[in-house]
């Protein structure tokens, strides 16, 4: 197990301060280490808005069912607190209600996971009114099983920290009967987006023109490679999830033949299911391609793990 204080940290913005905390129980048979899994959740708490002062990893052996990491690692974190004054504590990994439930009490900060962090992420980079549509949807799912303790968690924060984006704090204090009225009004509306984009996908076949999908890790490439082939302006960060809605555009290739070429939404390590659901309008795009074009950043270390998500 191990415990460290970032170095590099921007201290000179306003953010929240975030310690990061992994743990991996022995034996797992995962291609990502404890560290590259960690650097990829900075880069995802750096483009949630978080300044990451720390990280704790524990080789464990079995995560546990109440805590998520041991009683002597949540200790640690404890007394972390008073050395590197953090606000919330964010886990590389999915916690259930109860895990996150008896974290916050036994640190008194605010605790986020992997998925929440995402969620945050998307809800900022949304721009249109079905990627919207999409983030609240999947937001309010992952919310409504940690609604009531979250809520008296969150409430004692400042307005706007990480993990309040997407449905404002009014929403939150809604009861469950509310909530799940909402989640059933998305998935209506969003049946309708899903009906009108396979009417357009009718119309382009009709045209006879191929689909080419591009795919990818997020921050892979696959924006900058669209604006190169199309002359098109879309938005291509050095950002986790900088493009969430898809981008279609009409290239000519060498050879004069015409495609349609789409940006897609990235894809990340550790992506729950449920996420993935709430995401099923916009990911039809990709399995109704003619072809999907896999761009790789071949000069990241962890590439081929990143090869093997999409996959």
Known sequence: MASERENGAATSRPHQKALLVA???????????LQDSLDELAALADTAGLEVVGRATQQVD???PATFIGKGKVEELRDLRYELAYDVAVFDDELSPRQMRNLEDALDVSVLDRTALILDIFAKHARTREGALQVELAQY???LPRLTRRWTHLSRQTVGGVGLRGPGETQLEVDRREIRRRITQLRSELEKVRAHRSLYRAQRKQEGLPVVAIVGYTNAGKSTLLNALSDAHVLAEDRLFATLDPTTRRIKLPGGTEV???DTVG???KLPTSLVAAFRATL???AEADLLLHVVDVAHRNALQQAQTVE
């Not at 743990?23 to 280490?33: D, E, I, K, L, V």
């Open 267 to 269: 894809f990340i390590q």
């Open 23 to 33: 743990a991996q129980a022995r034996g797992t048979n995962n291609p990502w280490s």
């Open 260 to 262: 349609l070429l789409t």
């Open 141 to 143: 799912e992952y919310r």
């Open 284 to 286: 039809e795009e990709t």
């Open 62 to 64: 079995a995560i546990h």
